[in-house]
Structures are given as C-alpha cells and as structure tokens.
C-alpha cells in the first residue's frame, strides 16, 4: 500500500521497522535524545549538596548532583582516568566528593579532580582540564534539564515553546506553580515498547473509549474519541456529576491557589519532546519522563505533584493516583501489545491514522526530521 492507495480520511503511519531496527533507535538515541533537552530528575530529589541521581540519556550516564553551593551541576558518570563509570546506583549521597572506586580519582561536587594516587608527583595535570565532563543544565517546573550537545539548543523554543504550541501561551503553566509543588507519589513503569508507541499512544485518545472506562467517566469527551491535544488551548472538561479527577469522580484535595477559573475542571495535556508528558488538572500535577533504554524498551518514571501542605498533612491521595496509574497500566499494556507487531509482515509499511489522529502524523514528520540529520 503507498500513500497514493490509502483514502482521503486516513494518513500512513510509520513503517514497523521504525519501531524494530536497532540501527534507526542508535540514530534516535544520537541526533534526538543526545541532542535536545532532556528531563532528568526533579530537582527535590536533589535535596542537599553531594544528593546525586544517575539518569540514562540516550547511550550516556548521567550524573546529576547538588554542588555545596545550592547549583545543580550535572556531569558524565566517566573517570577521566581510566574510563571507569562512578557511581553504579541510581541515587545517592557524598558527603564532598565523587571517588572512583578502581583508582581512587576523586572529585569534587563542581567536577574538579582534587585527588588520586601520587598525585602531587604528577604537577602537569590540570585538575580542570582533567575533570569530569560537564553537561549543560537548566531548571524549569521543578525538573533539572540536561543537553549533551556541545551547543545546546534554544530552552525557551524547544521545551518552553511547545507549552506555547499546546496552550497558546506558556503563562498558562505558571498558574499551576509546578516547581513549588511537592512529589506526592512516584510510580515507575517498565514497558517493553518502543518510545514511540507511547508517545503515540498519549497523543491521541480514539482509544479511550476502548481502554479507559475512568477515565471517560471523569471526562466525557474523551469517549469520542478527540484528544485534548488536538485543540490548541482546550483543556477536556469534567463530567457534570464528576467532583474531582479522581478514580471514582469522587473530590479530590485543595486546589492549586494559582489556577484561574477558567481552568477549574478541566484537564490539560502536554507532550514536550522528546520524552515528557504534562498532566494538569486543578488540584494536581502528572509528569511523566520516559528513559528510552532499548528500542523495544522504555523506562517511564511518573510523578504525581500536589501542594506543599497537602502532601505535608498526610493527605490521602489514593483516589487522585489510582486514576491515572490505572491509565498508566492500560496505556502500557496497549502499547507492549502493538511492539510484537511492529516486526510483522503485516505492519512491514505501517498502518493508517484516522482523521482524530492525524496529528500524530505532525510528530512522525518530526522524527523523520530529526533523522534526516543523520545523512547531513
């Protein structure tokens, strides 16, 4: 079937072995997530100086600390001796310094080698030029945001501008104060798909009526089939009988003070590429940040966001977390059973997007874009 054979409602997919070949996921991995801005670590994890996190992006570790002056410097997780990797834990605490645990190079919270063996016999090393790797990092909506490329792209049209792209204006987001919200519970997935299935899969809700009977009972619209991304600035609005976003329709908690009336009872989805998807709703927040880790394997860590005070209280939260997390499971597991397909003689040209998914089209235009570099 070529793009000439398929009828006027529906547009071609990608091809199945997008979704397969080692090859184009080693040129996903380079010229997409070793290339933009990527979303690393909320920043409360990194509660004091020498708290680490050790993310992987694309086909480098990351190691993102707290240097003893309040930063947040993030580093490659590399000895600049012998190439052993530094820390093998995920999280962590130090009280001064990072040491190698084959030769003993240490170095400090700001990347700087201050010791190892016979150092001192050794004048000609510069404890700078001779320090960890520094990558470039940013802060925004409570996350630390790191860019391997030597010159990183612009932050506010990349990340930022796709808040503008999705709301019609990034000031909307400040309403819902994200950077001052606090981790309320933190599910994280291993899904054995393709990154981009679940990217897809959260553009788009022409399968909510299928999968999510919570979900449309807490948003209505959704069971025909029209996502909230497919507007700009429309946020979904609940149910008449529907009290909060919660997995009975029950009342959640306070509400964000920022949030306008305009925004109360509705749901907001945001996909910023590559790897994040912003939930807002007026009394939370769901970040998700996807670790794509093999090209049939994605890693998806999911933070639920609500007030200081909330979380503080001890509020229960089970009935707001249990909505999602359940659309969570049912998302995954659609997508883990579309990843065997992908290798099919079946799905060897791909498949078709119905006329409320041809937006995701727009999205397989811009990896194909960003692929294309690979042949510049």
Same mark, same amino acid.
């Given at each position: 079937m070529?793009?000439?054979d !398929?009828?006027?409602?529906?547009?071609?997919?990608?091809?199945?072995?997008?979704?397969?070949?080692?090859?184009?996921?080693? +040129?996903?991995?380079? &010229?997409?997530?070793?290339?933009?801005?990527?979303?690393?670590?909320r920043?409360?994890?990194?509660?004091?100086?020498?708290?680490? /996190?050790?993310?992987?992006?694309g086909?480098?570790s990351?190691?993102?600390?707290?240097?003893?002056?309040?930063?947040?410097?993030?580093?490659?997780?590399?000895?600049?001796?012998?190439?052993?990797r !530094? /820390?093998?834990?995920?999280?962590?605490?130090? *009280?001064?310094?990072?040491?190698?645990?084959?030769?003993?190079?240490?170095?400090?919270? %700001?990347?700087?080698?201050?010791?190892?063996?016979?150092l001192?016999r050794?004048?000609?090393?510069?404890?700078?030029?001779?320090?960890?790797?520094?990558?470039?990092?940013r802060?925004?909506?409570?996350?630390?945001?790191?860019?391997?490329?030597?010159?990183?792209?612009?932050?506010?049209?990349?990340?930022?501008?796709?808040v503008?792209?999705?709301?019609?204006?990034?000031?909307?987001?400040?309403?819902?104060?994200? %950077?001052?919200?606090?981790?309320?519970?933190?599910?994280?997935?291993?899904?054995?798909?393709?990154? *981009?299935?679940?990217?897809?899969?959260?553009?788009?809700?022409?399968?909510?009526?299928?999968i999510?009977?919570? +979900?449309?009972?807490?948003?209505?619209?959704?069971?025909?089939?029209?996502?909230?991304?497919?507007?700009?600035?429309?946020?979904?609005?609940f149910?008449?009988?529907?009290?909060?976003?919660?997995?009975?329709?029950s009342?959640?908690v306070?509400r964000?003070?920022?949030?306008?009336e305009?925004?109360?009872?509705?749901?907001?989805?945001?996909?910023?590429?590559?790897?994040?998807?912003?939930? !807002?709703v007026?009394?939370h927040?769901?970040? &998700? /940040?996807?670790?794509?880790?093999?090209? %049939?394997?994605?890693v998806?860590e999911c933070?639920?966001?609500?007030?200081?005070?909330?979380?503080?209280?001890?509020?229960?939260?089970g009935?707001?977390?249990?909505?999602?997390? /359940?659309?969570?499971?049912?998302?995954?597991e659609?997508?883990e059973r579309?990843?065997?397909?992908?290798?099919?003689?079946?799905?060897?040209?791909?498949?078709v997007?119905?006329?409320?998914?041809?937006?995701?089209?727009?999205?397989?235009?811009?990896?194909?874009?960003?692929?294309?570099?690979?042949?510049?």
């Open positions: 070529t793009t000439r !398929l009828p006027p409602s529906v547009i071609a997919t990608l091809p199945g072995g997008h979704y397969t070949d080692e090859r184009l996921f080693a +040129l996903e991995q380079e &010229h997409i997530f070793e290339s933009m801005w990527f979303c690393a670590v920043a409360s994890d990194l509660g004091r100086p020498g708290a680490f /996190r050790t993310v992987q992006v086909r480098e990351v190691l993102v600390t707290r240097a003893r002056d309040g930063s947040v410097r993030a580093f490659l997780n590399v000895c600049r001796h012998r190439g052993a !530094l /820390r093998t834990e995920e999280s962590g605490e130090v *009280k001064r310094a990072f040491q190698c645990p084959y030769h003993a190079w240490t170095y400090d919270l %700001d990347g700087r080698l201050v010791a190892a063996p016979n001192t050794m004048p000609d090393i510069d404890r700078v030029e001779y320090g960890l790797i520094n990558v470039h990092v802060e925004w909506l409570g996350y630390v945001w790191v860019c391997l490329a030597g010159e990183p792209p612009s932050f506010e049209a990349d990340v930022v501008g796709e503008r792209t999705r709301l019609g204006d990034e000031e909307l987001i400040g309403n819902y104060g994200v %950077d001052a919200l606090a981790v309320g519970r933190r599910i994280v997935y291993d899904v054995k798909a393709n990154w *981009k299935l679940i990217v897809e899969n959260f553009m788009e809700c022409y399968h909510c009526a299928t999510h009977p919570e +979900l449309t009972e807490v948003l209505p619209e959704f069971a025909g089939g029209y996502a909230a991304q497919s507007f700009v600035g429309h946020g979904a609005r149910g008449e009988d529907v009290q909060g976003f919660t997995v009975d329709g009342e959640g306070e964000i003070p920022g949030v306008s305009d925004q109360d009872r509705r749901y907001y989805a945001i996909t910023i590429k590559p790897q994040v998807f912003v939930n !807002l007026p009394d927040v769901i970040i &998700h /940040r996807m670790f794509p880790l093999a090209v %049939d394997r994605t998806v933070d639920w966001l609500f007030r200081e005070d909330v979380v503080a209280e001890g509020r229960d939260l009935p707001s977390v249990e909505l999602f997390h /359940r659309v969570n499971a049912q998302d995954f659609a997508c579309c990843q065997p397909a992908m290798s099919s003689r079946a799905y060897a040209r791909g498949g997007l119905v006329p409320s998914e041809h937006h995701i089209g727009v999205f397989h235009d811009w990896v194909l874009g960003r692929l294309a570099r690979a042949s510049v």
